[in-house]
C-alpha cells in the first residue's frame, strides 16, 4: 500500500512565512509538519509514498530525501490552485489500482491506530466532530453509521462531523474513475477539484465507505493552531535536560525543545516554545512561541510568535535611573 500526501499548496493563511518555505516544513515541536506526518506513517509500516508537490516544492523533496531517502519515494509536480481531487488525479501513473491507498493531507498531525484502519474491509476516513464545520468536508452518516453524504465546506451544515485528512480508499480504481469523471466535466467548487466530491460520487455508485475516529487532529493552516499544537506536542516530548544552558546564566521553563546547537545567552525561555537549529537568542524572554532554524533574537520579550527561519528581531537596551512618582512608556 502507498500512501499520497498532497503538499503542493502555497498556505495563504501563514504569510509572510509561507513565501520563502512551504508550510508543511514549518517546524512545531522540533521537527517539521511533514516529518510528524511521515514518523506516523513510517511506524504504521508503510514505505512507499507519491507526494504531490509544487510551490517551493525544491525544498520539501530535499527535506525527504535528506532524512527519508531508506523510503520509496515518489514526486508528481501540481500548478498551483487546482485543488486536492486534481492532485490526487496527477498520481495516478504511480498507483497501482488494484491495491488499496492511504490519502494523507500535508498539513495534518493526526493521531490515529492506523494498524486498526488498514485491517478495515471497507474504505474508510478520518472524521471528528468540530464546533463549526463550515470550513471542512462534512461527513452525514446514514442509521448504520455509513457514509450517506459528503458536503465540502457547507454553508449549512446538517452534521458536525469534519473530514480531518486521512482517507483510505480500498476501492483504488473507482475513486480514480469519479476523479477523472469530474475533472472532464469540470466539477468544481470555490474552483478547485475537491477530493470531497470524488469520494462523494463513489457513494452514488454505491460503494459503502465508513469513518473512524481520529483522537487528535490538528490542521496546521493557522498561526494560532500551530502553535497549540506546538503547545500540545511538547508536552509529549521525552524529557531533556538544558542543565548546561542554565549553568550559563538562563532559566529553562518547561516544557521546551530547544536544538543542541541553538545558541541560548542570559535569557528566559519557555514554556511552550521550540528554538531551531543554530537559533541565537540572547538577553531575551520567549514564551510560547516557534523560533525558527538560524534566527536570532536579541533584547526582546515575545509571546504566542512564530519567528521564521533566518529572522533577525532586535530590542533596545535600556539603563534607567527614575525617581519617584515617575511614569515611563517604552
Not at 6 to 33: E, F, M, N, W
Not at 100 to 120: C, M, N, R, W, Y
Request: contains cysteine; proline residues 4%.
Amino acid at each position: 500500500m502507498k500512501a499520497i500526501i498532497p503538499v503542493a499548496g502555497i498556505g495563504s493563511r501563514l504569510k509572510p512565512h509561507t513565501q520563502t518555505q512551504p508550510k508543511s516544513l514549518i517546524p512545531v515541536a522540533g521537527k517539521p509538519i511533514l516529518g510528524h506526518i511521515m514518523d506516523n506513517l513510517v511506524s504504521a509500516g508503510i514505505t512507499e509514498f507519491v507526494f504531490v508537490i509544487g510551490y517551493l516544492g525544491d525544498k520539501i523533496e530535499h527535506y525527504l530525501t535528506e532524512n527519508y531517502k531508506e523510503y520509496k519515494l515518489n514526486f508528481v509536480i501540481q500548478t498551483i490552485g487546482k485543488g486536492i481531487g486534481h492532485a490526487i488525479w496527477l498520481t495516478k501513473e504511480h498507483i497501482n489500482q488494484e491495491e488499496p491507498i492511504f490519502i494523507v493531507l500535508g498539513d495534518t498531525i493526526f493521531e490515529a491506530d492506523l494498524s486498526h484502519v488498514f485491517k478495515q474491509e471497507k474504505s474508510v476516513l478520518g472524521v471528528k466532530k468540530v464546533e463549526d464545520p463550515r470550513s471542512f468536508g462534512v461527513a452525514e452518516l446514514d442509521s448504520e453509521g455509513m457514509i450517506k453524504k459528503l458536503v465540502e465546506k457547507p454553508n449549512i451544515p446538517h452534521s458536525n462531523l469534519a473530514l480531518v485528512g486521512l482517507y483510505f480508499i480500498r476501492e483504488t480504481a473507482i475513486l480514480f474513475e469519479c476523479l477523472q469523471y469530474n475533472i472532464e466535466n469540470q466539477i468544481r467548487h470555490q474552483n478547485e477539484f475537491h477530493l470531497t466530491d470524488a469520494l462523494e460520487c463513489m457513494v452514488h455508485k454505491g460503494i459503502s465507505i465508513g469513518t473512524f475516529q481520529v483522537s487528535t487532529w490538528f490542521d496546521c493552516g493557522k498561526r494560532d493552531i500551530i502553535l497549540q499544537t506546538n503547545k500540545t506536542l511538547l508536552k509529549r516530548l521525552e524529557k531533556q535536560s538544558y542543565s548546561e544552558l542554565v549553568a550559563q546564566g538562563n532559566i529553562i521553563v518547561p516544557p521546551v525543545f530547544i536544538a543542541k546547537n541553538a545558541k541560548i545567552e542570559n535569557s528566559i525561555i519557555g514554556p511552550d516554545v521550540s528554538i531551531g537549529e543554530e537559533a541565537h537568542i540572547e538577553r531575551s524572554i520567549v514564551k510560547n512561541s516557534i523560533i525558527g532554524p538560524s534566527a536570532t533574537l536579541l533584547n526582546v520579550i515575545i509571546e504566542n510568535s512564530l519567528i521564521g527561519n533566518d529572522a533577525l528581531l532586535t530590542g533596545a537596551v535600556h539603563s534607567l535611573n527614575i525617581g519617584d512618582s515617575a511614569e515611563i512608556n517604552l
